[in-house]
């Protein structure tokens, strides 16, 4: 689940006090995308939003290989399966939002689907392709690292990461309430994403700010053999 755009400036770094506020605050915002949940379906959203970037970043692939994409984040919006499915690889998907995962199941029926937060949950396989469009950006900032950790982890060798982050200079979060309900954004900032990307064993292919002025950054990373 996600939205376009994140709001300029810099933040104060931000962590939470115990783990049972952790947990009430992805409640909170599992409720948040529960009630928007509606307008991420694919006759209300933009049907090509991201849909070059990701083009970019399955070229990365060695061709003619199947294996497993997964969706962080993944919402109820199908516009990119058929794109995923043209490159051999089968569909899993997971998502905080009870509604959102329910609207996914019935738009695509053929998505393996989870309803988990994804700071707790175990991936149950290795990815040729993870996309967490417009999704981890909602994580609280001190899950930011150990989850893009266990995501680029994830990858097999070659694989491919493509995510987007909020464009800031240092690490921060802010509060948006745009939308209508309260939604949480953090971010670790352009050096902190290149230290971690470097950390877990992968190389930037691509960094790209493709909204200006919005400071909308799109990272596109590969596993390295």
């Not at 097999?156 to 209508?180: N, P, Q, R, Y």
Request: hydrophobic share 40%; net charge negative; with cysteine.
């Amino acid at each position: 689940s996600g939205c376009i755009g994140v709001g300029e400036g810099n933040f104060p770094t931000f962590t939470l006090s115990s783990s049972s506020a952790a947990s009430d605050l992805y409640k909170r915002r599992a409720l948040a995308y529960d009630e928007i949940a509606d307008s991420w379906r694919d006759e209300r959203f933009n049907p090509v939003n991201g849909i070059g970037s990701h083009k970019l970043a399955l070229n990365f692939l060695k061709a003619d290989v199947d294996g497993w994409a997964l969706n962080v984040g993944c919402g109820c919006n199908t516009r990119f399966n058929s794109l995923l499915r043209s490159h051999g690889l089968k569909i899993e998907g997971v998502d905080i939002s009870q509604r959102m995962i329910e609207l996914a199941g019935e738009a695509d029926p053929a998505v393996v689907l989870h309803h988990e937060d994804v700071c707790e949950w175990t991936p149950p396989r290795s990815y040729r392709f993870i996309s967490a469009w417009d999704s981890i950006w909602h994580v609280d900032l001190a899950q930011q690292r150990p989850l893009m950790l266990k995501l680029m982890a994830a990858l097999e060798e070659d694989g491919v990461f493509i995510f987007t982050a909020g464009g800031l200079d240092v690490a921060g979060f802010h509060v948006d309430a745009s939308m209508g309900p309260e939604v949480y954004y953090s971010t670790l900032g352009i050096n902190g994403l290149l230290q971690v990307i470097e950390e877990a064993g992968c190389v930037l292919r691509h960094l790209e700010f493709d909204q200006l002025p919005h400071k909308h950054l799109v990272v596109i990373v590969q596993r390295l053999s």
